[in-house]
């Protein structure tokens, strides 16, 4: 898992680096993002590397006091009586400070593979009071059986691995089909995958299970780029217009109709991804 991050973290720098300077200004605004929540990622790995690095370098000061501890009993030819000056620790308390800084490391380690985990209680980050007021359970609940699939997931997501992503995400509906974040974040996932039909069936399934305006725009507004890539300009507009006015604070729905209208033989369509990335 390590590898697949340092991996995708890689080909997104070199995507940047390459297309940066020929960006428009909202696309270099994008690409600053990314680069924003790349450099947010590598400082928690690094402060995590720091930390595991502390602990084995006092694993192998405690192993050479103990190897030393070992040699001078061989020479004295029986096991030395504990001192109170004595700096060696006793049989007992090595093993004991060994477990506890392998415990350590290893759950800084677990910890470096989930670089998008949140350590609260999944209330997922809504800051529209009035919105959250008319969402029901299902749009912000997860059982505590999937929260770190779901993380995972999530962090799949933010790192522009979808395939991974989407593997996750599709067993968790499969397994608590009420779960309406996994299945917002499972059509766009597709979307990215360019997976249209499947998309289409799960924000149709949305636009259903979910009383979240925020979410009904989102899912509006895919299925209003599916129409546009399928060239069905006349819904399409349909889709973008009902997106916008179910949750005017979403800008994409207006820009996507823009660019029906501007030019529907070159088109440059937002899915909504930037708004899940920054939940």
């Known amino acids: ?27 270099r605004e994008e690409y600053c993002y990314r680069i924003q929540q790349l ?36 020479e004295q030819g029986h096991v030395s009586a504990k001192s109170p000056t004595s700096q060696l620790l006793s049989e007992e308390q090595q093993v004991h400070r060994l477990q506890q800084i392998i415990h350590e490391a290893m759950k800084s380690i677990q910890t470096i593979e989930e670089t998008q985990s ?10 529209e009071g009035q919105d959250v007021i008319l969402c029901n359970e299902c749009d912000l609940f997860v059982s505590s ?10 962090g799949y997501y ?6 991974e992503a989407a593997s996750i995400l599709q067993m968790i509906i499969a397994e608590e089909p009420e779960c309406n974040i996994a299945r917002l974040y499972y059509g766009m996932s597709l979307m990215h995958l360019r997976n249209w039909s499947e998309a289409q069936r799960q924000f149709q399934l949305l636009t259903v299970l979910s009383d979240f305006p925020k979410w009904l725009a989102l899912s509006y507004n895919a299925l209003g780029c599916i ?7 006349n819904e399409a507009e349909q889709l973008f217009k009902k997106a916008y006015q179910l949750y005017p604070q979403f800008e994409d729905p207006l820009k996507n109709l823009q660019s029906c209208r501007q030019s529907p033989k070159q088109l440059s369509l937002y899915f909504g991804s930037t708004e899940l990335c920054c939940m």
């Open 227 to 233: 129409q546009a890539i399928k060239l069905n300009m």
């Open 39 to 74: 450099k947010e990622t590598n400082d928690k790995i690094l402060d995590h590397y720091v930390t595991v690095e502390e602990k084995l370098a006092c694993f192998f000061e405690m192993y050479r006091e103990v190897k030393e501890h070992e040699a001078l009993e061989g």
């Open 145 to 154: 059986e999937h929260e770190f699939a779901l993380d995972q997931a999530q």
């Open 1 to 27: 898992m390590i590898n697949e991050l340092f991996s995708s973290m890689h080909e997104l720098l070199d995507h940047i680096t390459d297309n940066y300077q020929d960006a428009d200004e909202e696309q």
């Open 158 to 163: 933010k790192l522009f691995m979808f395939s």
């Open 118 to 127: 949140q350590s609260e209680s999944k209330v997922y980050s809504i800051d």
